[in-house]
Every structure is written in structure tokens, then in C-alpha cells.
């Protein structure tokens, strides 16, 4: 583990990342440390990422036992059918540092994992989601921390942005976050 202290979810999220790559995990980070690389560098107590486990033979019983060898607390919270979210599995460390990671986000695109960017955290390559991916997740989650966000990585990275891209798949997610988008880009002109 590579923690020493409170306060290292960031770092947490390495030793998972290890744990994921080794298993041919699909993630992508999202979240604060997704948003400190498309938009504003920002604080948070926790990292997060997104997972499938569509292209490996593993399991969420595999995963969880991984994570426990690796000393890490793990909570399994499945959610219901109205849940946006099928699964989370939420990591802790004898610091407190905490990662969660998703599974099975309603209307998020399964190319997701694709479109990751390869971006070095503490000399080691992660997979951080598009900035297309973040946008339209971040108009679906919407807070007003999301929502702020969205359009922070609108304002840094407009000029590389896919807006066809972008506009498919926040309309995965619905009308709503699709009217929220164009509102966004219309407030821009």
C-alpha cells in the first residue's frame, strides 16, 4: 500500500488501479480527480471510478477478495431498480482514505472505456474518462458541484470537444440532461 496517512485517497486509488489492471478490469476515474484534469483542480475526500468487468473473467466476489487481501475494507451497496447506479464498491484504507468504484451506470455508454485518455498520475499511466463521457455524466448526476463541473470542462476544453459526440451521449442519459446541456452551450454564446 502505498498510503502513510489520511488524506491519500488519490493515492488509494493506485493500489486499486493495480488491482484492476492485473485483472483486466475496465475503469475509467471520474469524479474530482477526473474533474482536476478536464476542468478546475478541486479538493475531495475520496477518488472515484467506473468499472466493467465485461471484457475479463473476473468477478465482483474475485474483486472483493482482491481488495481485501490488499487490506482494504470493502462495502458492497447495490442499488434498486430505480438506482442509477447498479453497483458501488466502496474501499477504505486503516487511514480512511476512500475509493469508490461504479458499476453499471444507468444510460452511460459501454464505449466509455474506449474513450479514456491515458493521463500520468505520480509517474504511473491512468485511465481518466473522455472529457465527452465526463460532461454528460456530470449533467446526469447534477448537483450544483456537477453541474459546475460540466461547465468548467466545457470552458477548458471546448476547442477539442466532439459536440455531436457530446450531445449523444448526454441524451443517453435523457431529455433533461440534454436541455441542461444546450442550455450550458446556449449561456456560452
Known sequence: MRTTAR???P???LDVIEVLSKN?????IVGAMAASVHGQIRGSVDADA????????FTIENLEAAFKNL???????????EDPIALIIVLHDSFQNKVDLLVGIRGMSP?????TIEFPFMGQPTHVVGVEDFIAM???AESALDIDDAKNAIAVSFEKIDFDLLRDLTARY????????EQILFERE
Not at 24 to 28: E, I, L, P
Not at 50 to 57: C, D, G, L, P, Y
Not at 71 to 81: A, E, F
Open 71 to 81: 487490506g482494504l475494507d470493502v462495502k458492497l451497496s447495490y442499488g434498486d431498480s
Open 50 to 57: 467506473i468499472i466493467s468487468m465485461k471484457e475479463t473473467e
Open 24 to 28: 483486466k478490469v475496465s475503469y475509467a
Open 138 to 140: 456530470k449533467l446526469f
Open 7 to 9: 488524506g491519500q485517497s
Open 111 to 115: 464505449d466509455a472505456f474506449k474513450r
Open 174 to 181: 435523457g431529455k433533461r440532461e440534454l436541455e441542461k446541456l
Open 11 to 13: 493515492i488509494l486509488m
